[in-house]
């Protein structure tokens, strides 16, 4: 088993920045697979996204309008559109002289009263023309406030008109400029990179007792026309400026929270030096730790705090736990309105790195109450949570089973990108129904034909792993079969399809159409194929960079199940080949360790190896390195010419929802042991804790074992020597037959070959026959997989039968 195969799509995907991060969302998969990695945070959309209620779209970041714009008097509320565009029209006309501090100032407010009447208050639907006029006009007005400047005798005016005003009107004028940027056609970005200079530059932003205000709606604003510190450099010295002067009038109880959590939010948002607003966090969490501070704070505010840090880097677990709390107490309050922000604090928890334990009280009580307060969450915002919740690791079934229906109800109406979050988010959380996935994975096929190359492999990436992590065989994985074209993908959607096909194609229980394989088989020989024609030293299979690595892994586990399966490649460069052993070999000794080093395999295996007096344990044996499958641990009897291997199963592979059903992963490990070992016990430890229930659980599935391998004659052990020559054997007669496996459940014979009956009924290679003597060596997929079984003639006994179906109960 090759557990860290999974850690190429253990993130989401991520598309173009700053739209998600990968997944599951690296190399190229997990931040930008390939194309960035996993550890990158970008928010799937602008963490609290606020819907336009007249749109129903999520355009504007985590500002509240209703709190975050400044104060109108009531002559710029009365003043209509029409009236403000004709007062613009004097002012470019020649009013007042260009480039005077008078002139400057007249301009600023006609911005913002511009704002007022075209976005935040418009007199009546805006209609397209009225939008065209007011693009040409804030264009000019722009214009006029980038000429040179003019003052009086004596006084240095400054390189622009711009720079006469004051940081008041600063602050208002970009402000202005960040609303006027929702009307199409408006371009504001220089105004704004202009005000960001004169900021970087010294410019006063008093008084005093304004500071935090000036400040936040300065630097909120470079945030909503999205400025960031890389492109623009004004902008860091900007919050170079702004940390130190807001902090030298501290953290008290009368600084707006709303001013604080702008400050952040734009801070995360541009992209600035997490060393130069560092200051300011640890002061905001001593502050909130002594109380007294962000009182009259709304979950926005939490929010757009804690998103911030964690975009930054900046993570004080204190001020993390504080805020949910605070966050907790709103939801029992049953704060509806707040849901988009209770969302978009999971999801900065979880870019923050907290685990489940940390929000647990917060979790709890957004489950309880979510019937009543998110029945009307839209589906970005359920996008964020089910990743949040997935990066967390935290299993809450009921916001889990909500959030899956909601998006699988509203199919029809989502991008990508957000199901491709979603469904890396369910099956990473064990989450499983198979009309949800259809209807999700049909999505991504239908998306599929007009996306972009890269967002289209990144979507049918995600949508291949998530059904071969839950074993989804269902009608639209044929389709999506078909829809994926693997000579134009990249290197990290090449390395996720391989895993997914070899963890598809080693389940016994996956049923799916055999045109299925038809498709899917070809395509990633082919793709095999092009892999080793890749020169020394690639990129994508470098041994020396931990993406490389995984690929080397993906491709030695499609390798090793195209082995299986009769399609060996013969002619793989021996530069690879090394190249693959070397990784299985290092990933081997990875693997054993971390079996030897778990308590809670030593008790399990204790219980299991007192089934069985006199064997030997060998705690995390490698059954074979160069596949890399190691078991927790191999019983073995001097007496005896069998092997048991046991399997201690976590959460990790088995899935949540169905309960006790084994992953993709889970049953990879299961058929690779079941390909080595004469019995394979799987024992289940749900959450790490062993019970008294599941000691006993181990001591049955052992002697179960051991009563079924009494009946297995010595020379059909099962053993890799011993199942290739039965195999070339059956190929030699020309039998169509499936590859060979062991016991996997050492319960009665009759029941796994029912089981594995019903799943190979209708299969071209069921041969529908049964061998009474031959049963109790307990193969248990269709018949004709025993090694045994010629197809009427019984090599175990010399005996012959002509049963044609199974025993009955």
């Known amino acids: 088993m090759i557990l860290s195969s999974r850690a190429l799509h253990t993130r989401p995907p991520t598309f173009s920045p700053p739209c998600i991060r990968r997944a599951v969302p690296v190399r190229l998969l997990q931040v930008k697979h390939r194309t960035k990695l996993a550890t990158e945070h970008e928010g799937l959309i602008k963490p609290g996204c606020v819907a336009n209620k007249a749109t129903n779209t999520a355009r504007e970041p985590l500002i509240n309008r209703r709190r975050s714009r400044p104060v109108a008097t009531d002559a710029q509320q009365k003043q209509s559109l029409t009236g403000i565009l004709a007062e613009a029209a004097d002012l470019a006309a020649g009013g007042l002289k260009a480039g005077t501090r008078r002139h400057a100032g007249s301009v600023a407010g006609c911005l913002r009263s511009l704002a007022y009447a075209a976005v935040v208050r418009p007199d009546g639907r805006v209609s397209t023309a009225e939008q065209r006029q007011v693009a040409a006009t804030v264009q000019r007005l722009a214009a006029s406030l980038l000429v040179p400047a003019v003052a009086p005798r004596g006084a240095d005016p400054g390189p622009t008109a711009l720079h006469l005003l004051s940081g008041k009107q600063l602050s208002y004028a970009a402000w202005a400029a960040s609303k006027l940027a929702e009307v199409p056609g408006v371009q504001v970005q220089p105004l704004c990179q202009a005000i960001a200079g004169i900021a970087a530059e010294g410019a006063d932003m008093g008084p005093r007792d304004q500071l935090w205000k000036h400040w936040a709606m300065l630097l909120c604003a470079m945030a909503v026309v999205e ?33 604080i959590a702008n400050i952040l939010y734009a801070a995360g948002d541009c ?44 993570v004080r677990p204190r001020f993390f736990q504080h805020a949910l709390q605070e966050l907790k107490v709103m939801v029992v309050n049953n704060q509806r309105h707040m849901t988009l922000n209770y969302s978009a604090a999971i999801y900065s928890s979880a870019i923050a790195g907290l685990d489940a334990r940390a929000a647990k009280p917060f979790l709890d009580a957004l489950e309880r109450e979510a019937p009543r307060i998110m029945h009307d969450l839209d589906a970005q915002a359920w996008s964020n949570l089910l990743w949040g919740l997935a990066e967390m690791k935290a299993y809450m079934p009921g916001l889990i089973s909500m959030g899956a229906h909601a998006m699988a109800d509203r199919v029809h109406s989502l991008n990508m990108q957000q199901l491709a979050n979603t469904l890396w988010a369910l099956s990473t959380l064990g989450w499983y129904e198979p009309a949800v996935y259809e209807s999700l994975v049909a999505q991504v096929v239908l998306l599929a034909r007009d996306e972009s190359s890269y967002e289209r492999s990144v979507g049918l990436g995600s949508a291949v792993l998530a059904c071969a992590e839950v074993l989804h065989g269902g009608p639209a994985l044929q389709h999506l079969a078909r829809s994926c074209q693997f000579d134009s993908i990249n290197p990290q959607a090449m390395g996720n399809a391989l895993y997914a096909w070899a963890l598809m194609r080693s389940a016994p229980t996956l049923s799916t159409a055999a045109d299925t394989w038809a498709v899917w088989d070809p395509a990633v020989l082919a793709l095999v194929d092009r892999l080793a024609q890749l020169h020394t030293g690639s990129s994508a299979l470098a041994e020396d960079s931990v993406e490389g690595q995984i690929m080397l892994r993906q491709l030695g586990l499609c390798l090793q199940e195209m082995k299986w399966i009769g399609q060996e490649r013969q002619k793989l460069p021996g ?72 399997a201690v199963a976590d959460d990790t592979f088995v899935l949540r929802h169905p309960l006790c059903r084994l992953r993709g992963v889970g049953m990879r490990w299961v058929s690779q042991l079941r390909r080595e070992a004469s019995a394979v016990v799987l024992v289940r430890v749900p959450e790490g804790d062993v019970t008294e229930a599941v000691l006993q659980q181990a001591t049955q599935l052992t002697q179960q074992a051991l009563d079924v391998l009494k009946h297995l004659p010595a020379g059909s052990a099962a053993g890799s020597s011993s199942r290739r020559s039965s195999s070339q054997r059956r190929r030699s007669q020309g039998l169509a037959v499936a590859p060979p496996r062991s016991t996997t459940w050492p319960r009665p014979w009759w029941r796994a070959c029912l089981q594995a009956g019903r799943a190979w009924r209708g299969s071209a290679r069921c041969a529908a026959s049964w061998c009474a003597t031959c049963a109790p060596c307990s193969w248990t997929c269709c018949p004709t997989t025993c090694p045994t079984w010629t197809g009427r003639h019984c090599l175990a006994s010399g005996r012959s039968t002509s049963s044609r179906s199974p025993p009955t109960l």
């Open 227 to 259: 400025l960031n510190c890389e492109n623009t450099p004004a902008l860091q010295k900007a919050f170079a400026r702004a940390v130190p002067q807001v902090l030298s009038q501290g953290i008290y109880a009368r600084v707006p929270a709303q001013s």
């Open 271 to 314: 992209g600035a030096d997490s060393s130069t607003l560092r200051p300011l966090v640890d002061a905001l969490d001593a502050a909130v730790i002594a109380g007294g501070v962000m009182q009259k704070s709304v979950a926005q505010d939490w929010s757009h705090c804690m998103w911030g840090c964690a975009k930054l880097g900046i």
């Open 575 to 646: 530069w690879l080949t090394g190249a693959i052993v070397r990784a299985a070999t290092g990933q081997c000794k990875v693997l054993a360790a971390r079996h030897q080093d778990k308590p809670v395999n030593a008790s399990v295996v204790a219980a299991c190896a007192a089934t069985w007096p006199g064997c030997s344990v060998q705690m995390g044996a490698a059954l074979s390195e160069r596949e890399a499958i190691v078991a927790s641990a191999v019983l073995e009897h001097p007496d005896s010419p069998h092997q048991i291997a046991v």
